[in-house]
């Protein structure tokens, strides 16, 4: 076990020198990094194959042996992705608010790194990278866990990392490895080094976290994403749009998993969608409503709070759009979730009342990511309400500190009335 | 002890409606809490009056029995915030991201309310209507548990609130009191019911609260807040600054504790300190090289992490620039701290590391306020760096959600390529 207070000691120590350092030495890290993972690729995939042939004899399962792959294709998407992220515009120093207090006196609210952020993230080494450089790309250090599986090949990136970053001068600590679940344990436990956690993973897990951390934690849990079906739906458009929702991509968080169909419209629409699922291999599970008119299994009350991750959708017919924005409420996990209706009062009522992060209006849940929202990058998708919500890109990597430039001002001048609060919004960046 | 989940149930109802609401409404609501609050009075100040009484016999201090009495000066500033209050923008709707992701798909990011909100403050009853506004103004249901001394003031305000809310349409649970410390215990257990914790406090109530719940936490705890008088400070800046930030006000949050001096100007500076200081009745205590300068009593470790909130002062002599941040960064709480200097690279230095909500060039610590910044009013400071940092207004009260508004697009045609991601940034607001 390694020592965690030492190690978060280290970062916090990196962050210090991440947060002052400017954007020219942060986008030369990032194109070192592209440079050094080529140039170690040898090292890099000798050590993934060790992993793989680990996890193959360990009888891991197909898909999680594809992510867990990482050969020329993902480091030339991973090497891509550096070099995209060095072209993207400094998260660091833009100024967010700006007034005049009293005369002479002016407040800018400045966007700033975190300090230092902990990370734990499922088997797939690309994400090591992605994680680590959007967090120097912010200015944040931070402390990554990786999958178990892949620990070979995240150890040869993050030393590729470090070396890059220490290439141009910067702390090779912004990035710094666990390996074990009881570095986690002890990480969780450095509340005063450590500014944010953030935990990809199921819903127990990160719940595991929070009760296991007085640190803030930004969970990337469930998505348990619906698709509802007004009875002012062109039903041609929710065929299309609950197959792209279900069937485009099953294993990922933005999938649908319950489908909600308005009662005036299951009769039309159900044994449209039938055909339409079966083509894709879809199993289907529905209430009684449902079963009354296309044939499918029973669904139970399990079933519309279940993640499936797979070939598997329930379905359950509503009364009305109330009862649809109620059962949503109350068994989605606030990811992403779709209205398909040509009613715009019913799909401004849907945005507004349901309490996701994404709502949608006649389109596929299947959009919600950092990448296509136009971020460049995404840490994950937050599943939570306080600070960032939905696709995280080097926004949520921020925080903010108020600065404030005097020439000598006093309170009591303020409350004396010898000096008077203009309170003047200021159009300016802050000079220091 | 009351059903608190029933309670957090009945507060997630109303966030419901509240997020539905318009700002007409929700202005009127706090039209008619000053109002009912105006009509009410007598009843108020009789609760009141035995509040104060019953303190008064426990022999409660002296500042907290004057922060404890709520009569006609008080109302009047609380029914003035209210019509203030009322005058400010709509927190909730503005869209601050807007982008068209491919031909007909765009993106928005709307500020919304973050759904129901537990607040812990202390036993100012003013804080109270101050808070439940400041929650119904950005539409969000707040669970207010205030001190125990304030307890038939709190019912009798809270009950006028919750009337005022009814009277205009509103759910009068948008705002419920909780009463002992077995309901706080109870409040922290519904993480699925209640988004957001706020706890006024010390850090050890504020640590508390974080151990004993997985509901997000955004701690008010201490102000450890420094002055740094670096060597290139005007001497008389430096001592007026330090008599404003320590005693114009020592019992609260923003007021200096530590006073930081470059050891080139202590022999220049701390005589002048001295007289000042005495002036004003402060009690010093310093290190050993201040103790060669002047006449003080001697500081050890514990004082630089003391928050006194008195007249007492603790002064360190720095070796530089370098050793002021260090010590800042370690024993502060992140609040507000301020380096008096008139050299620019210096005061940049300082404000880019000094890793506080608040950092000051030549301004007292005094003016971190959320009224003093111009938000209008302020739930509190917030010494965490998640979500909202320093004077936390009407914005630290929302989060937001992205509305997508399409018409059948699917990510199968993005892979395909029949479609092209655009990622056209817009200059519109959301029409749904």
Redesign the interface.
């Known amino acids: 076990m390694k020592d965690l207070h030492q190690m978060a000691a280290a970062s916090r120590k990196a962050a210090?020198a991440l947060?002052?350092s400017d954007i020219q030495q942060r986008n030369a890290a990032l194109l070192a990094m592209a440079r050094v993972l080529n140039a170690s690729k040898e090292t890099i995939f000798a050590a993934n194959v060790q992993d793989v042939e680990e996890a193959t004899a360990a009888n891991l399962a197909a898909p999680l042996l594809s992510r867990l792959k990482f050969r020329e294709e993902k480091l030339a998407a991973v090497t891509a992705g550096l070099e995209a992220l060095a072209k993207l515009d400094d998260p660091i120093g833009k100024t967010t608010y700006a007034?005049e207090?009293t005369e002479g006196?002016q407040?800018y609210r400045i966007a700033?790194p975190?300090?230092v952020i902990g990370v734990i993230f499922e088997s797939r080494p690309d994400a090591l990278v992605q994680i680590a450089s959007l967090a120097l790309k912010s200015g944040n250090a931070v402390l990554l866990k990786g999958g178990r599986e892949a620990l070979r090949t995240n150890a040869a990136l993050c030393e590729c990392l470090r070396q890059a970053a220490e290439e141009v001068g910067m702390p090779a600590d912004f990035a710094q490895l666990l390996t074990t679940r009881e570095d986690v344990a002890a990480m969780l436990k450095e509340d005063e080094l450590i500014?944010?956690i953030i935990p990809r993973g199921s819903n127990e897990f990160v719940?595991y976290i929070?009760?296991n951390s007085?640190i803030?934690?930004?969970g990337h849990a469930d998505g348990i994403c619906h698709v509802y079906v007004d009875k002012a739906a062109?039903p041609d458009?929710a065929v299309?749009?609950a197959v792209?929702s279900k069937a485009?991509?099953v294993a990922v968080c933005n999938a649908m998993e319950t489908l909600l169909v308005h009662e005036d419209i299951a009769g039309e629409f159900l044994p449209r969608l039938l055909p339409a699922m079966q083509q894709k291999n879809v199993r289907l599970l529905g209430d009684e409503a449902v079963q009354a008119i296309i044939p499918v299994e029973a669904a139970t009350e399990a079933d519309w709070a279940t993640e499936y991750l797979d070939y598997v959708l329930s379905i359950h017919v509503v009364k009305d759009l109330d009862a649809a924005i109620e059962h949503i409420?109350h068994y989605g996990s606030g990811h992403t979730d779709c209205i398909v209706t040509s009613d715009?009062a019913a799909?401004?009522?849907f945005?507004?009342?349901v309490?996701?992060?994404?709502?949608?209006?006649?389109?596929?849940t299947?959009?919600?990511d950092g990448f296509?929202?136009?971020f460049g990058a995404e840490v994950g998708i937050a599943t939570?309400?306080?600070?960032a919500?939905?696709?995280m890109g080097l926004e949520g990597l921020t925080?903010?500190?108020?600065?404030?430039?005097?020439?000598?001002?006093?309170?009591?001048e303020?409350?004396s009335g010898e000096r008077q609060?203009t309170?003047r919004?200021l159009d300016e960046e802050c000079p220091?």
Chains 1, 2 share one sequence.
């Open positions: 210090w947060a002052a007034c207090l006196l407040l700033c975190i300090g500014d944010l719940r929070m009760d007085r803030p934690v930004l062109d458009m299309s749009i792209d485009q991509n409420n715009e799909a401004k009522a945005m507004i009342r309490d996701s992060a994404g709502v949608y209006h006649n389109v596929s299947r959009f919600a296509v929202y136009g939570g309400k306080i600070h919500r939905g696709p925080t903010y500190k108020y600065k404030l430039l005097g020439s000598g001002q006093l309170m009591a303020m409350k609060y309170h919004l220091l």
